[in-house]
């Protein structure tokens, strides 16, 4: 009878759940005692969503990710990745972190234990956890590792206007040029990297006009001596160089922007003949009737005992020299943040 309980079980295999495989192969857990559950393991959304997003950090950061953890055994990698080659200060297409972190997931897969499936129930039962796949199978862990990522957050103003844009299909440029045309006015709600990325790229589709609206003042990110003013939430490299260029320093004479309130939204959203919402992201989770997944411990990603959350749906709060509380997002944070909780979470269960 194949084997169904495991002391580890991770869920996910996006840049999250790729770290979590590979820190507990690192801190010494066997190979054969950690069931890993994906539907795809193709780099969660990373490698399937958001291929053709200019990354917003450094190419060097990916590089550490890629090197930082044993396991993962990148320097074995039987030919060089384009990647490899890229200046370290250079930003790059998301893709081109992707195409290794398949490699990775493929020496992963080699080495523990793998299930195709989607987790749809969570439980605990006496001293484990129960997941549920969707095909009607049951596997058990003492301790899970949750790196099920997150999804777009949306807004209805569909009494405006009715035509939306998903931010998925927005943040690739050439399925967005297929969704608009010349006499297009689309609304874009926020003012994150991704909104700015998406307005950019509609006015170079050459549509009529944006409307951008927004709650939260645009912030750049400013790198001092040894910290990073607005590191999570401000905006860098080629997405800060073009809005400072045509919102700050000169407005781009096919972009308005409104402040996001009933008033303005009411009179020049009906305008508009699309909308995308840009509005940020949130947690996704298995079912659970037990155990409430939205509630975790956000300095140690402690969930329960034995229970545990990583990556885009379950970051880090963190505090700048100055006070600011942002959480802790990319790929190089989600590994150090979780090498910082390992050791507790190997301690950290009900048996
Ligand atoms: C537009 C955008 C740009 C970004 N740019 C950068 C960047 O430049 N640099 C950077 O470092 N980071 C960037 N990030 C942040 C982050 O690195 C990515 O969001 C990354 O995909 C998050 O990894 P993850 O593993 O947490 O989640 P995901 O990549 O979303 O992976 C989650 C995985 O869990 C699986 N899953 C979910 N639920 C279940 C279930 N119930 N059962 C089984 N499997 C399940 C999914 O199928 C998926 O494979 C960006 C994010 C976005 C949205």
């Given at each position: 009878m194949a084997k169904n309980?495991?002391?580890?079980?991770?869920?996910?295999?996006?840049?999250?759940?790729?770290?979590?495989?590979?820190?507990?192969?690192?801190?010494?857990?066997?190979?054969?005692?950690?069931?890993?559950?994906?539907?795809?393991?193709?780099?969660?959304?990373l490698g399937g969503l958001?291929?053709?997003?200019?990354?917003?950090?450094?190419?060097?950061?990916?590089?550490?990710?890629?090197?930082?953890?044993?396991?993962?055994?990148?320097?074995?990698?039987?030919?060089?990745?384009?990647?490899?080659?890229?200046?370290?200060?250079?930003?790059?297409?998301?893709?081109?972190?992707?195409?290794?972190?398949?490699?990775?997931?493929?020496?992963?897969?080699?080495?523990?234990?793998?299930?195709?499936?989607?987790?749809?129930?969570?439980?605990?039962?006496?001293?484990?956890?129960?997941?549920?796949?969707?095909?009607?199978?049951?596997?058990?862990?003492?301790?899970?590792?949750?790196?099920?990522?997150?999804?777009?957050?949306?807004?209805?103003?569909?009494?405006?206007?009715?035509?939306?844009?998903?931010?998925?299909?927005?943040?690739?440029?050439?399925?967005?040029?297929?969704?608009?045309?010349?006499?297009?006015?689309?609304?874009?709600?926020?003012?994150?990297?991704?909104?700015?990325?998406?307005?950019?790229?509609?006015?170079?589709?050459?549509?009529?006009?944006?409307?951008?609206?927004?709650?939260?003042?645009?912030?750049?990110?400013?790198?001092?001596?040894?910290?990073?003013?607005?590191?999570?939430?401000?905006?860098?490299?080629?997405?800060?160089?073009?809005?400072?260029?045509?919102?700050?320093?000169?407005?781009?004479?096919?972009?308005?922007?409104?402040?996001?309130?009933?008033?303005?939204?009411?009179?020049?959203l009906p305008l508009c003949?699309?909308?995308?919402?840009?509005?940020?992201?949130?947690?996704?989770?298995?079912?659970?009737?037990?155990?409430?997944?939205?509630?975790?411990?956000?300095?140690?990603?402690?969930?329960?005992?034995?229970?545990?959350?990583?990556?885009?749906?379950?970051?880090?709060?963190?505090?700048?020299?100055?006070?600011?509380?942002?959480?802790?997002?990319?790929?190089?944070?989600?590994?150090?943040?979780?090498?910082?909780?390992?050791?507790?979470?190997?301690?950290?269960?009900?048996?």
């Amino acid at each position: 009878m194949a084997k169904n309980t495991y002391a580890w079980g991770v869920i996910g295999a996006g840049p999250a759940g790729i770290a979590a495989v590979g820190l507990l192969l690192d801190h010494g857990v066997r190979a054969n005692d950690i069931l890993w559950v994906d539907p795809h393991f193709q780099v969660g959304d990373l490698g399937g969503l958001w291929h053709a997003v200019s990354s917003n950090t450094s190419v060097q950061l990916f590089h550490e990710f890629l090197n930082g953890i044993q396991a993962f055994e990148y320097a074995s990698r039987p030919q060089p990745y384009d990647i490899d080659s890229f200046p370290p200060e250079n930003t790059c297409d998301l893709k081109y972190i992707a195409e290794p972190l398949q490699w990775v997931t493929t020496t992963l897969k080699n080495k523990v234990k793998t299930e195709v499936a989607t987790i749809t129930h969570l439980s605990r039962d006496l001293g484990h956890w129960t997941l549920d796949t969707g095909d009607k199978k049951s596997f058990h862990a003492d301790k899970l590792i949750l790196a099920t990522g997150s999804t777009p957050k949306s807004l209805n103003y569909a009494q405006y206007c009715r035509h939306e844009i998903s931010v998925t299909e927005a943040m690739n440029k050439s399925r967005l040029a297929k969704q608009v045309n010349q006499d297009d006015v689309v609304a874009v709600f926020g003012s994150s990297h991704s909104a700015m990325i998406i307005i950019r790229d509609l006015l170079d589709c050459g549509i009529k006009a944006v409307v951008n609206f927004y709650q939260s003042p645009i912030k750049f990110a400013v790198k001092l001596d040894d910290w990073i003013l607005y590191d999570n939430t401000g905006l860098k490299g080629e997405t800060a160089r073009w809005v400072r260029e045509n919102i700050f320093l000169k407005r781009h004479p096919k972009l308005k922007r409104f402040v996001s309130n009933e008033d303005n939204i009411q009179r020049e959203l009906p305008l508009c003949s699309q909308v995308i919402y840009a509005v940020g992201f949130m947690r996704r989770t298995p079912i659970s009737t037990d155990i409430n997944l939205n509630n975790y411990d956000l300095n140690t990603g402690i969930i329960a005992p034995g229970l545990f959350g990583a990556g885009i749906g379950f970051p880090r709060q963190v505090f700048s020299p100055m006070g600011h509380i942002e959480m802790n997002v990319g790929l190089w944070k989600f590994m150090n943040d979780m090498r910082l909780m390992m050791p507790l979470w190997l301690r950290y269960g009900v048996n």
